[in-house]
């Protein structure tokens, strides 16, 4: 599976960014899609994630009320809206695939199998 992610750019403090990442290939029968982020030195962070159909959604508590994921099936295609944006959400922001539809692990970077080249995401204060 191959993704290609888009959106990514600069923006003042409170302002708000939608970052869109499209799946080519096989995708299989149910998947995850999952959002990471990562700034220069530190490790990859979870950000946020989605199951199988939208059944559930997961942010992490930096970002809980601010962003909003979201998928599109027919499409194979996730996005991720991001409101009031502050300097600490300055990173690449990766997205992921995850082949298993659930929740199992849907925080950990390691269960996802292909990854997007990353987008970078600048907040000006």
């Known amino acids: 599976v191959q993704l290609q992610a888009s959106g990514g750019g600069l923006v003042q403090a409170g302002g708000s960014l939608r970052l869109s990442c499209a799946a080519s290939?096989?995708?299989?029968?149910?998947?995850?899609w999952g959002w990471f982020r990562q700034t220069p030195g530190k490790e990859r962070t979870f950000v946020a994630a989605?199951?199988?159909?939208?059944?559930?959604?997961y942010y992490s508590d930096s970002v809980e009320g601010r962003f909003t994921i979201s998928r599109d099936d027919a499409k194979n295609t996730v996005s991720l809206q991001m409101n009031s944006l502050n300097a600490e959400d300055t990173a690449v922001y990766y997205c992921a695939w995850n082949p298993s539809g659930t929740a199992l692990g849907i925080r950990d970077p390691a269960r996802y199998r292909s990854w997007g080249q990353g987008t970078q995401v600048t907040v000006s204060s």
């Open positions: 290939g096989r995708t299989g029968s149910s998947y995850s």
């Open positions: 989605i199951t199988w159909r939208g059944s559930s959604t």
